[in-house]
């Protein structure tokens, strides 16, 4: 945004100066507080890039990063022995909480008949119909992260179809496929400028609309060279964005009309129920992704196609040349992972366990409204399921670009710190919170309470 801080419409009702004022003082709290995560960190620096193991462990907003020695549940436990309340989850990684027994013991089992063979197992049979069950899709195949099983998908669309072009909504994420880096700038595709080391044109063969848009749909998709839509049936990494009643019915419609096929990324809108927000809401889709939850926080990922997509794609490979074909890796679908995803499945993500999930989520969602209210805030609460966040704006946005219009990250480092320095973590981007089944009311009446001391050292008085 281009408004001068003190009048970004994030920042009404609040007393800036007094928000730095306590910025600077959450960090110098935390750095006293943290003088093993502060050796470790020092540590780190001599030779891990950034310092970290990826990069973006320093998106948190803290001086510096934060060490962990132990998690389990809904608590993550930091090198300095505090406990936190988690409603991170590893950003939907561990959005059934941190080792749940029957994943913890399908590892120590399976640790001693061996990890990765690359040859099928019994497990993975047994994960396939667990999946067709689930998700009424009935043909699957593996991956390690979701970023490659959206690759993989795509992969096997193009193939099949005929067409080379993607089609995704602005702000989208998708892991880091490189394809769906493209953003509207002003209106027009544009490559997004902080994509590192790429060397073709993405907007060659990327086609960008906002979410929402049913007129920009169809004017893309009429065309006829879009193989297939990749989206998430609620966005959620721009900060969420609801689809407009009726919004995905009139989109499949199009998308069919047109000859592309859908693709569902449920990575985060697992969140929903056990059978994702697709189902739950009547969007059938030609292809389905679903990354971090489905192993209990092991590495892996899975993509389901319809009949008739497998069908095509088999075919594909069939008439294809010998040779490799881009798609998966020698650790895809290891024992490891097949044992993680096939406990997690049958015993984790239980209809029992949304069923705790989704009132949680519920109380914790009119809390925050009753307390932003409370404070005088124009920011709103967005819930899917098991996950809730508050934006900063009075309604929910309705386009990425919109969701983006309204983050503020110094106002996000803000409040993350504040609370993590009174034992709560949420996710560093944003200000999204995920239930599991071990959070307990006290935990979300830690986080309200935290919220609500941060928030009154910050609004006008």
Same mark, same amino acid.
């Given at each position: 945004m281009n408004a001068h801080p003190l009048q970004r419409a994030s920042r009404t009702g609040l007393d800036w100066p007094r928000a730095l004022a306590l910025l600077a003082r959450e960090r110098e709290a935390y750095t006293q507080r943290n003088p093993a995560s502060a050796a470790l960190a020092a540590q780190a620096s001599e030779h891990l890039l950034f310092g970290v193991p990826l990069h973006w462990m320093n998106d948190w907003g803290t001086p510096f990063a934060l060490h962990v020695c132990q998690a389990s549940g809904a608590q993550v436990t930091d090198v300095d022995g505090h406990r936190l309340?988690?409603?991170?989850? &590893?950003?939907?990684? $561990?959005?059934?909480?941190?080792? =749940?027994?029957?994943?913890? !013991?399908?590892?120590?089992?399976? /640790?001693? %008949?061996?990890?990765?063979?690359?040859?099928?197992?019994?497990?993975?049979?047994?994960? &396939?119909?667990?999946? $067709?069950?689930?998700?009424?899709? =009935?043909?699957?195949?593996? !991956?390690?992260?979701?970023?490659? /099983?959206? %690759?993989?998908?795509?992969?096997?669309?193009?193939?099949?179809?005929?067409?080379?072009?993607?089609?995704?909504?602005?702000?989208?994420?998708?892991?880091?496929?490189?394809?769906?880096?493209?953003?509207?700038?002003?209106?027009?595709?544009?490559?997004?400028?902080?994509?590192?080391?790429?060397?073709?044109?993405l907007t060659q063969h990327t086609v960008v609309v906002e979410f929402n848009d049913l007129a920009g749909l169809e004017a893309a998709l009429k065309q006829g060279d879009v193989a297939c839509v990749l989206a998430e049936p609620v966005m959620t990494n721009i900060g969420m964005v609801l689809p407009k009643p009726g919004y995905w019915a009139a989109a499949q419609a199009l998308i069919r009309q047109h000859g592309a096929l859908l693709v569902m990324d449920e990575t985060h809108t697992i969140s929903t129920g056990p059978g994702g927000y697709a189902r739950a809401h009547g969007i059938q889709a030609d292809a389905l992704v679903l990354g971090k939850p489905v192993g209990g926080g092991v590495p892996c990922a899975v993509y389901g196609m319809s009949a008739d997509l497998a069908a095509r794609a088999v075919k594909a490979k069939q008439d294809a040349p010998p040779g490799h074909s881009g798609i998966g890796t020698t650790l895809t679908g290891n024992m490891l992972a097949m044992a993680a995803m096939r406990a997690t499945l049958a015993e984790v993500m239980t209809p029992a366990a949304y069923a705790h999930m989704l009132s949680l989520a519920e109380r914790l969602a009119g809390g925050l409204r009753g307390l932003i209210a409370r404070h005088g805030l124009p920011w709103c609460v967005t819930q899917v399921g098991a996950r809730t966040e508050f934006q900063f704006c009075p309604a929910p946005p309705r386009s990425g670009g919109e969701a983006e219009g309204v983050l503020d990250p110094e106002l996000e480092h803000l409040i993350h710190l504040g609370l993590l320095n009174r034992g709560v973590m949420i996710t560093p981007f944003h200000n999204m919170m995920l239930v599991c089944p071990q959070t307990t009311t006290n935990d979300v009446a830690q986080l309200i309470g935290a919220l609500d001391e941060v928030l009154g050292l910050i609004t006008l008085a």
């Open positions: 309340v988690d409603f991170c989850l &590893g950003d939907t990684g $561990a959005m059934f909480g941190h080792a =749940p027994a029957p994943v913890a !013991a399908a590892l120590v089992k399976q /640790a001693t %008949r061996g990890y990765t063979t690359m040859l099928a197992t019994a497990d993975a049979a047994a994960v &396939g119909g667990l999946l $067709a069950e689930r998700f009424d899709l =009935p043909f699957w195949q593996f !991956a390690m992260s979701a970023t490659d /099983a959206n %690759r993989y998908t795509v992969r096997w669309i193009r193939a099949a179809t005929g067409r080379q072009k993607l089609l995704v909504f602005n702000g989208c994420y998708h892991g880091t496929i490189e394809d769906v880096f493209v953003d509207l700038v002003n209106g027009q595709p544009t490559q997004r400028d902080s994509l590192l080391g790429q060397v073709h044109d």
